[in-house]
């Protein structure tokens, strides 16, 4: 089991960035792990996710271009650099984590582990 806690969320204004971080402890070598959002009244949404290397890192249309998913192994920590921020990037913004890996693996049911999730808001 891993034990995700996420930092790094506030308020910007639009155009602004923000770096979120995941902090994981545990068993979390060799995971997977995603950033997703959720808006009030929607459902939540897959942002991004990265593979153990690092080297695949697919991304929700919304989010390409301005969000970059990263990790650093040798701390157990995975980030989301945040730029151009929109007001329609308000949300909660949560880390999962799981062992299997798919660059299609995008649903809330396809990650075991999550965070309690970090708020960030931007004001327009």
């Known amino acids: 089991q891993v034990h995700l806690v996420e930092s790094g969320g506030g308020l910007v204004q639009a155009g602004g960035s923000l770096r979120l971080s995941c902090a994981a402890s545990?068993?979390?070598?060799?995971?997977?792990a995603a950033w997703f959002r959720q808006a009030p009244g929607k459902e939540r949404e897959f942002v991004a996710s990265?593979?153990?290397?690092?080297?695949?890192?697919p991304y929700a249309n919304s989010v390409k271009g301005r969000f970059t998913i990263s990790r650093d192994n040798a701390k157990n920590t995975v980030f989301l650099q945040m730029n151009t921020l929109k007001p329609e990037d308000t949300a909660v913004y949560y880390c999962?984590?799981?062992?299997?890996?798919?660059?299609?693996?995008?649903?809330?049911?396809?990650?075991?582990?999550w965070g309690q999730g970090t708020q960030v808001t931007v004001s327009s």
């Open positions: 990265i593979n153990w290397s690092g080297g695949s890192t």
């Open positions: 545990g068993q979390f070598r060799g995971y997977a």
């Open positions: 999962a984590a799981d062992p299997m890996y798919g660059s299609s693996r995008q649903r809330v049911a396809d990650f075991g582990s």
